[in-house]
């Protein structure tokens, strides 16, 4: 009896930690309306080809005092900076990211142009073969694009883009970003499974992934 207990728990706690060795996919989606009210994303449109993610969450902790002692450590999410590097950019990848106006076949940048708010997925590889998923629900790629170009010495010297956004809690209910690792996933996780198959098609929502 103890043995077959303990072999179950051995394998309700069984904890997969796999290294990220890649990164692809990434996707963007316009959100609709994010408020008090509701949270609605377009439809995810395909990103360039993606080279690397680079995510920053950043949190503040905040001590309160009493009885020459710390009574209590507050935590606050602060937001999450993004930089994408990827091989290139459209000009109609352009006008979706920073709110520039495309059109005729031109590009035209303003100073009053805004970048829109935006849904980003992607996903990273484990070197077990194996996809971590994942969603950032709202923010803007308002800091602009690095980019650089140089003359042909010899050979040729492909060079890339980065982009930086700040991402941030959605209104309605304070999330930020929802993700699947399918090296943990167990035989009860079926809405979870359902979701990987088709990441990219929607902003997924938990409670409403298999939908």
């Given at each position: 009896?103890?043995e077959?207990?303990t072999?179950?728990?051995?394998?309700?706690?069984?904890?997969?930690?796999?290294?990220?060795?890649?990164?692809?996919?990434?996707?963007?989606?316009?959100?609709?309306?994010?408020?008090?009210?509701?949270?609605v994303?377009?439809?995810?449109?395909k990103?360039?080809?993606?080279?690397?993610?680079?995510?920053?969450?950043?949190?503040?902790?905040?001590?309160?005092?009493?009885d020459?002692?710390?009574?209590e450590?507050?935590?606050?999410?602060?937001?999450?900076?993004?930089?994408?590097?990827?091989?290139?950019?459209?000009?109609?990848?352009?006008?979706?990211?920073?709110?520039?106006?495309?059109?005729n076949?031109?590009?035209?940048?303003s100073?009053?142009?805004?970048?829109?708010?935006?849904?980003?997925?992607?996903?990273?590889?484990?070197?077990?073969?194996?996809y971590?998923?994942?969603?950032?629900?709202?923010?803007?790629?308002?800091e602009?694009?690095?980019?650089?170009?140089?003359?042909?010495?010899?050979?040729?010297?492909?060079?890339?883009?980065?982009?930086?956004?700040?991402?941030y809690?959605?209104?309605?209910?304070?999330?930020?970003?929802?993700?699947?690792?399918e090296?943990?996933?167990?035989?009860?996780?079926?809405?979870?499974?359902?979701a990987?198959?088709?990441?990219f098609?929607?902003?997924?929502?938990?409670?409403?992934?298999?939908?």
């Amino acid at each position: 009896m103890s043995e077959t207990v303990t072999q179950l728990s051995e394998t309700v706690t069984q904890i997969v930690r796999s290294r990220t060795c890649g990164c692809r996919d990434f996707y963007i989606a316009k959100t609709k309306q994010n408020d008090a009210t509701g949270y609605v994303a377009g439809v995810p449109v395909k990103l360039a080809r993606a080279i690397k993610a680079k995510v920053d969450e950043k949190w503040t902790s905040e001590k309160i005092y009493s009885d020459d002692g710390t009574e209590e450590v507050i935590n606050s999410y602060e937001g999450t900076d993004v930089e994408l590097e990827v091989n290139a950019l459209a000009p109609q990848d352009r006008a979706i990211l920073f709110g520039q106006l495309y059109e005729n076949g031109f590009l035209v940048k303003s100073s009053d142009d805004k970048a829109p708010e935006v849904a980003i997925g992607w996903r990273e590889r484990k070197l077990n073969g194996k996809y971590e998923f994942k969603w950032l629900y709202a923010g803007k790629f308002a800091e602009g694009i690095s980019e650089e170009a140089s003359t042909k010495e010899g050979k040729l010297s492909p060079t890339t883009k980065s982009i930086k956004g700040s991402f941030y809690e959605r209104s309605i209910d304070n999330l930020y970003e929802i993700s699947v690792d399918e090296s943990n996933l167990v035989d009860g996780d079926t809405d979870a499974k359902t979701a990987i198959k088709n990441w990219f098609s929607k902003v997924q929502e938990k409670d409403s992934a298999a939908a």
